[in-house]
């Protein structure tokens, strides 16, 4: 028996160690397995997301809620169909004669024409084209532009300041103050204007300025004169030669007896000067007209010869006016300077500005004599009535000519 019990602890020993191994290598198998499984797994990519519409509409635009934005489609440029140019000609001159340019000059003629009633000396709005009709020389010409102007003006007023007491000396001094402030009180923000006064020689007060206090001070300074004479076509020929070198549209405001006494120049130069000025107008204002109501007809031989020279400078006040399209003013009563400055002021601002290209294109340097006339629809004169529908006088204001440009050789 112990004998069995021994045999049985042996086969006992026996298969403990074979089962241990065999149990082992179960074990690593099973770690190996799970080992391959996680490698498996990570290896294999996740499935993709369920398709979505990714079709750009053709507006451009998200393509669905949730889906990316969709760029505009870019469009094709349309093929360039314009044909190449040509090439440029190559012109050969004949031996000798070299390359030469053509430079036409096309004159053109500025009218400006106030109309203005006889009695009120009011502007008259509201014409046409079609009302002017402009004579150059007799031959008529064709309005080719046409406009009713209103804007600032530049001005220059030109005062006689001299110390003659021969001729009421102080009374002409007042009366060229109250007629220099008076214009100063038409003037405008945006209005320029300078101030020159004379005597026997021309002095500048005030040089262009918009700043119409800093005109007052220099009027307000003309208090007492200086020597005697007054050379007013010097003074005339003067200011003319300024305002030509500023550009545009310029007014020269002449206050004075107008009587000439010691001047370098002739009449008939400075006539030839105002005729030949460009695009200046000159209106005048005499002064002394009370001094010389008082004493007009008087008795004695010097009394004769102060009406005759006062009549002369009336006259000659009136040419200087005329002949570049303005109006000469005579009040005699303080009040009548304000209200002949208020009709200048309205005459300078309302204008009708005509121009015409004329039809003798020569450049001779000529005087072209011109004159405007007025008509209604059937060519025949204009007549303006008031609200009685009676008839109604009227001034037409322009200027007497011009003076052709001279060709240059």
Do not use: W
Request: with cysteine; proline share 6%; net charge negative.
């Amino acid at each position: 028996m112990l004998r069995d019990i021994e045999v049985a602890m042996r086969r006992t020993h026996r298969i403990v160690p074979a089962v241990f191994r065999g149990f082992c290598v179960v074990v690593l198998l099973l770690a190996g397995l799970t080992a391959l499984d996680k490698a498996q797994g990570q290896a294999t990519p996740p499935p993709p997301p369920p398709a979505q519409d990714q079709t750009a509409p053709d507006a451009g635009g998200p393509g669905g809620d949730s889906g990316v934005i969709a760029l505009p489609k870019k469009k094709e440029a349309p093929a360039d169909t314009t044909p190449p140019a040509p090439a440029e000609p190559k012109v050969k001159n004949p031996e000798g004669l070299s390359n030469f340019s053509l430079h036409v000059d096309v004159s053109e003629v500025t009218v400006d024409v106030g109309v203005l009633l006889e009695k009120t000396h009011q502007f008259v709005p509201g014409l046409k084209p079609n009302n002017f009709k402009v004579y150059e020389d007799g031959v008529e010409q064709k309005v080719t532009g046409f406009k009713r102007t209103e804007a600032p003006i530049t001005a220059l007023m030109v005062c006689e300041f001299a110390g003659t007491m021969t001729y009421g000396g102080m009374a002409l001094i007042q009366d060229m103050r109250n007629g220099a402030f008076s214009f100063a009180q038409q003037l405008r923000p945006q209005d320029y204007v300078a101030l020159m006064t004379y005597d026997m020689r021309t002095e500048i007060r005030l040089d262009f300025t918009q700043d119409k206090r800093e005109l007052v001070e220099a009027i307000n300074s003309l208090r007492i004169g200086g020597f005697q004479e007054t050379n007013v076509f010097d003074a005339l020929y003067e200011g003319i030669d300024r305002l030509e070198r500023i550009e545009g549209r310029k007014y020269l405001i002449l206050i004075g007896s107008g009587r000439d006494s010691f001047s370098k120049l002739t009449l008939d130069k400075i006539l030839k000067k105002v005729k030949e000025s460009h695009d200046i107008t000159i209106y005048t204002i005499s002064t002394g007209g009370f001094m010389r109501a008082m004493t007009e007809g008087g008795m004695g031989e010097r009394r004769q010869m102060q009406d005759i020279t006062f009549l002369q400078a009336d006259n000659e006040m009136r040419t200087f006016a005329n002949l570049t399209g303005g109006a000469s003013y005579f009040p005699r009563f303080q009040a009548e300077y304000g209200e002949d400055f208020a009709q200048i002021n309205q005459n300078i601002r309302s204008k009708y500005e005509l121009v015409y290209h004329p039809t003798n294109t020569k450049l001779d340097g000529t005087f072209r004599k011109l004159r405007v006339e007025l008509v209604d629809d059937e060519g025949q004169p204009l007549h303006i009535q008031d609200e009685k529908h009676k008839p109604l006088k009227y001034d037409i204001i322009a200027r007497d000519g011009y003076r052709a440009r001279q060709q240059v050789e």
